[in-house]
């Protein structure tokens, strides 16, 4: 692919990904989606992002001394939600623009984001947000669209610090207590309540009111990226206010009309 022109004013790089198309259907971006790239190396994580053939791309790469590598254009469609969804859309890479920030996540150590690189994601994220009217609860993680398969950006990823900066939506989560949880195995119109809710707020996830294996994934996900001071799986009544004082402080256009059960 020949190289362009970089959308952002920041971007120090251009390394032009072949890894992209069309948006489809005429789609313009209204969505960032956060990654980290998963990678034990900087130099290995860059090329499976620009090399031909390995079907991955992101529009953006932030190392951790801050400095922004630009892949794909912000008109075209990178390749880097996967099998996703949110808020009942499928093709979320149509949709969205994709971050990838240089950590190497999970399976390698998974170390805290350097002051500097959350500085540039968010610098980066509120240029894209001017100049393609993004909504902030339309900033997302990956383990938000694909609950089932991803982790990342996870639970180290300071969302509170990008919240401050207009960066993403976010309510300060509530204390952890004592009392009555949702889990594994559970049913009950509690159940299909939280579920309700969850589904609401964007996440794919069925309402019939079992606590199933899909359910604690997606409980986890929101865990991750919403109260990330525990990450079980459990619907405790932090992870329940911290959802419903999320839902609250919407714009009432954004929640997502869920299907009766």
Request: proline share 7%; with cysteine.
């Amino acid at each position: 692919m020949k190289t362009f022109t970089p959308d952002s004013s920041i971007a120090s790089d251009v390394i032009p990904s072949p890894n992209c198309g069309d948006r489809n259907n005429g789609r313009v971006a209204d969505m960032i989606l956060l990654h980290y790239t998963g990678m034990p190396d900087v130099e290995g994580a860059i090329a499976q992002l620009c090399t031909p053939g390995t079907d991955v791309s992101a529009h953006y790469i932030v190392l951790e001394d801050g400095r922004i590598v630009q892949c794909v254009p912000e008109a075209k469609r990178a390749w880097h939600a996967g099998v996703s969804c949110w808020a009942g859309e499928e093709d979320i890479n149509s949709c969205s623009i994709g971050v990838e920030i240089i950590n190497r996540g999970h399976d390698w150590g998974y170390p805290d984001f350097p002051s500097r690189q959350i500085a540039a994601v968010i610098a980066l994220c509120r240029g894209i947000m001017l100049r393609r009217k993004i909504a902030a609860h339309r900033v997302l993680g990956h383990s938000d669209v694909a609950p089932a398969r991803k982790r990342d950006p996870g639970e180290k990823f300071p969302w509170h610090l990008l919240a401050n900066s207009g960066v993403g939506h976010w309510v300060q989560p509530a204390p952890i207590v004592r009392g009555e949880t949702l889990k594994l195995g559970s049913i009950s119109d509690g159940v299909a309540n939280m579920q309700a809710a969850l589904a609401k707020y964007g996440y794919k996830i069925p309402t019939q009111g079992k606590f199933d294996g899909p359910t604690m994934e997606v409980v986890t996900a929101f865990q991750r990226h919403f109260r990330p001071a525990r990450v079980d799986g459990i619907a405790d009544h932090s992870t329940m206010s911290t959802l419903h004082a999320l839902l609250a402080s919407l714009p009432a256009e954004a929640t997502t009309v869920v299907a009766a059960r």
